[in-house]
């Protein structure tokens, strides 16, 4: 196989043995978008048949003249009637190397919100710029998430380079002034590919058609980059969901923890202190539905139990008694509000945190940030639906948290509003 | 101490601690199946005797084990099942030790709650929301999982993991909660249910790559085995006493496997010489077309009939 060529043309038989790679899109209806997430599923064969010809006969309804790739992923009737996005939409296509699930988010002013959302699972994000319109306000506003989200890999697609004749200077042009843009943001694993979307230039194959280009094809980037070591596997965190109590004449006494093993490495035997309470003991096993494991890390879920029989309950942390996550009663944090109910100062909330609820109130707006601009304006009382602010958070009952840059599952919670139940905020731990 | 003056543990360094795809598909369903049981009271998991029940019940015992389900296993029985379905059913449940509740279509079509279709093309698939919504409302359930995939059909890829439900047990699908990392927000109102989806991310393939892997069992009907079909819109039809043929409507036998399960009168075949688990998910793995393209009527009413049937209650 050429060098930089994706494993194109092969049937997708993912090998179970293939990792799970999340990346999120993000852009408006002309930037070629759903032209790239069609052309990707249509060349790893991962459109079917008849969603093709289902995608046909709408596009001939309203009139479109061609195949309306965007259709794929526009799922509701409203959608295809008003040529609207209203969601986050997830796809999935594979390779014999990597099985992939794309947060699709739309462009339109719920962009923050949803996209925000498809981030937050995401371990890449990918970015499109139009050759001919160079970087916009959108493309730096994309990156800033992307970026705030802590998303390790980042890549811009020039597309539509078919329009501006595959001239290098144009691509190189785009590339430094984005660098400058990215400098301010902390993203260190950026790659940036030119393409046209709409004829597969280096989509799936290298193109033949930018020579001056020594990089890789897009999905040839996709099925490479290396994700698995951004996973934190240093500070062992165990947030207990459920405690397990057979209760049957085999399992008497068994009492185990289950959760999913949120960072680090846990190993049976070793000692571990459970919070809040700050009994120690250490770990007799770590159970499956399979059989017991010598080690746990992320993201599986397993059952512990352990040497002593100590009180530990749903919400209850299990970590290292020398690596511990900061008992906070108060937390700064960047919220993204994601309600049509403004958050007001000295309002309220309810917030979770791995698998603790507590309440939370908002001590201080320390300031709002302007996505586009990164301007801090420090005189705001108030976040609107789809703005980013920073805030100083009371709780009622201590949390037990490390930074969203050092640790995304043990950094990150919603918050939830008490009257109507929904989630009103998404944060990171400062 | 906070993590900033400890020192960090540095066996995780060195090591890649590589997990498959269906590894961590397997471990997200899981860590959704212990969130809902613990954050609402009265679970229920929805089995249809498909593929994809019996991937999620098969995640629900792992999630719990060694202690049992914490909640019953339903089953919105329309009267018109595969026989091969009902005997794997049984069996199974039995297996797990699960509590089985049987909700009827036939009750409610008895007690007035929903009117039989007539004709050639009667179908009791829609009647079944109303079943599936009584049933959950009489025993009280906050929370249902199902097994239904995004990947299936367009309105389903819209959906949320955790997806709510109205106390008419209608879905909004513009007024959904968003969903961050893994953090599922179960606060409802009285009256108000959710409907949990583990296997969202999921594919087909990936569905049956599991079910090779963890050597599920399925009903027979998923293999091939020869069959009285007959032919009607292009699809294949099992005949059965539930299903009036038309005039022009011979039956024949032919080698054939279900792709879903469903019920009798809407599920079609699809011809298949794949007699074992390792001959169906390379056939699955070659197929161009979907499932649900190639072997449900129930979908094919209009460009919206699954959205349609959602928000009215359907699973």
Known sequence: MAPGAATNGQPPTAASTSELVRFATAGSVDDGKSTLIGRLLYDTKSIFEDQL???????????????????????????????????????????????????????????????????????LA????????GVLEQSRRHAFIASLLRIRHLVVCVNKMDL?????????????????????????????????????????????????????????????????SDRNLRDPRFPVQWVVRPMSDEHHDYRGYA????????????????????????????DTFEGALDEAYPPLSVTLHLEDDIDVSRGDMICRPENRPKEAREIDAMVCWMSERPLSPSARYRIKHTTRTALAKVDELRYRIDVNSLHRDKEANGLELNEIGRLRLRLSSPLFVDEYARNRATGSFILIDESTNDTVGAGMVL | MSVLDSPPDSRGDHMSYEISHLRALESEAIHVIREVAAELERGVLL??????????????????????????????????NFPEVIEYRDRLVAEVGAQLIVASVQ????????????????????????????????????????????????????????SFRDDFGQWDPKAQRPELWNLYNGHIKPGEHVRVFPL?????????????????????????????????????????????????????????????????????????RAATLEEVVAEIAATRITERGETRADDRISEAAMEDRKKEGYF
Not at chain 1, 266 to 279: Q, Y
Not at chain 2, 211 to 230: D, M, S
Request: proline share 4%; net charge negative; hydrophobic share 40%.
């Open chain 2, 200 to 272: 969202s991310n999921w594919t087909e393939l990936d569905v049956w790559q599991y079910i090779n892997e963890e050597q599920l069992g399925l009903p027979t009907i998923y293999f091939a085995h020869e069959r009285e079909v007959f032919r009607r819109d292009g699809m294949l039809y099992a005949t059965s006493e539930f299903v009036e043929l038309l005039p022009s409507e011979e039956p024949f036998s032919k080698s054939v496997r279900f792709r879903t399960v469903g019920d009798m009168s809407c599920t079609g075949a699809v011809a298949s």
């Open chain 1, 259 to 286: 959760g999913e093993v949120a960072s680090g490495v846990l190993r049976t035997g070793d000692e571990v202190v459970v919070l809040p309470s700050g009994r120690t003991s250490r770990i007799a096993s770590i």
């Open chain 2, 107 to 162: 009750e409610s079509i008895d007690k007035g709650r929903v009117t039989e279709e007539k004709g050639p093309r009667a179908s009791r698939n829609r009647l079944q929301s109303v079943t599936l919504l009584d049933a959950i409302e009489e025993h009280g359930f906050k929370a249902a999982f199902g097994g239904a995939r995004r990947d299936e059909e367009r309105a389903r890829a819209k959906e949320r993991i955790m």
């Open chain 2, 47 to 80: 089995f249809s005797g498909g593929k994809d029940s019996a991937v999620l019940l098969h995640l629900a015992r792992k999630a719990f084990h060694p202690a049992g389900l914490p909640f019953p296993v339903m089953h919105v029985d329309t009267g018109h």
């Open chain 1, 53 to 123: 010809e289902s995608v046909a006969r709408a596009s001939g309804q309203r009139g479109d003249g061609y195949v309306n790739l965007a259709l794929l992923t526009d799922g509701l009737r409203a959608e295809r009637e008003q040529g609207i996005t209203i969601d986050v939409a997830y796809r999935y296509f594979h390779t014999p190397r990597r099985k992939f699930i794309i947060a699709d988010t739309p462009g339109h002013e719920q962009y923050t919100r949803n996209m925000v959302t498809g981030a937050s699972t995401s371990d």
């Open chain 1, 126 to 133: 990918l970015v499109l710029v139009d050759a001919r319109k």
């Open chain 1, 164 to 228: 501006v004749d595959f001239d290098q200077s144009v691509f190189d042009r785009i590339t430094v002034e984005f660098s400058g843009w990215l400098a301010k943001l902390d993203i260190h694993d950026v790659t940036f590919i030119p393409i046209s979307a709409l004829h597969g230039d280096n989509v799936v194959d290298r193109s033949a058609r930018m020579p001056w280009y020594a990089g890789t094809s897009l999905l040839y980037h996709l099925e490479h980059v290396h994700v698995a």
